[in-house]
């Protein structure tokens, strides 16, 4: 399963990197809803998912500040699409990487990790994040070559979606910005485009969506949903940081529903909590009918999903030979 790469750091120069970033937002109408909302296409990142832009940042943060070395290992507890973009990094810049993941993560993420390259070491306990997060610092007390990203307590996380992901959105927005609504993993997406939106337009309402199964910051108690990538059963430091409005919550079945629409219907072939975020938008559209824009965020590509829920029951092909 180990796979050690030999080019040295940055040799390549990292061409891919270029690619993350600068996404575009476009108008999705609903017209029996009667609303049109505004997604950022953060499934075009080159690791296909929004964690390209933390996992840029923080490596040539290291490299800036000097933390990084030829044999420093990159060490990072994840659900996936930041292992994903760690790894794509690592690639690129001839990093070795080390992502430890819930033994319950798709298949399809721990393939991608694998052939970029990247050690994974999976941990059961029910997948809970907390036990990754403790082996992790265990293993970074014992070699001092791991360097640990912290994405959930990073303040580079929210910083670089603040001064990148909402600096475009602001950039993009056809006029004047009414409503921001996502999902939160880490929360450092919620918290820095909201920042970035609200210095800009400060009557903008910034909303966290919420899987309705999962609402936290509603106070419920967490309990099993289906939109990966978003609430992992506990609010994030990064989110106190927020400048939140309320929340919004999005039911497992609402997600999946908006999610095949967003296939279906517009050709977007982005993940369960890009359907989620979706429905929260048009939802808000209607009820609030701001002024200003809505904005939401497609945080990642469905090819990530074809051994989950979403996928499920679907034939592998509706084509007949002839
Ligand atoms: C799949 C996925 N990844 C990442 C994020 C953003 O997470 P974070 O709060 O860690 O910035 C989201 C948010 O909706 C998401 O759906």
Redesign the pocket.
Known sequence: MTTTTTVSPSKTGAPVLHLIGNTPLIPLLFPAEGVTIFAKC?FLNPSG???DR?ARCVIEDAEQRGLLTPDSIILECT????GIALSMVGAAKGYRVTILMSEQASHERRQLIHRLGAELILFGSGGRYQTGIDLSRQMAAKDRRYFLPR??ENPL??AD?EHGTGVEIVRQAPGPIGVLV???????????TGKAIKAHYPTARIYA?EPAEAALLAGECPCCHT????ADGFV?P??RDAPLDGEVKVTSAEAMTMTRRLHREYGLLV????G??VAAAVRLARQLRPAGAVVT?L??RAE?YFSTALFAGDPPTTGEAV
């Open positions: 953060e998912s929004i964690k933390f659900s996936g699409n930041t994405q959930f996380n929210a979606h996502t999902g939160y993993g880490t929360g450092g997406t919620l918290a820095g969506m939109i990966e990538g978003v994030p990064l989110l993940g369960t909590s890009s989620a975020n965020l945080c990642d990530r």
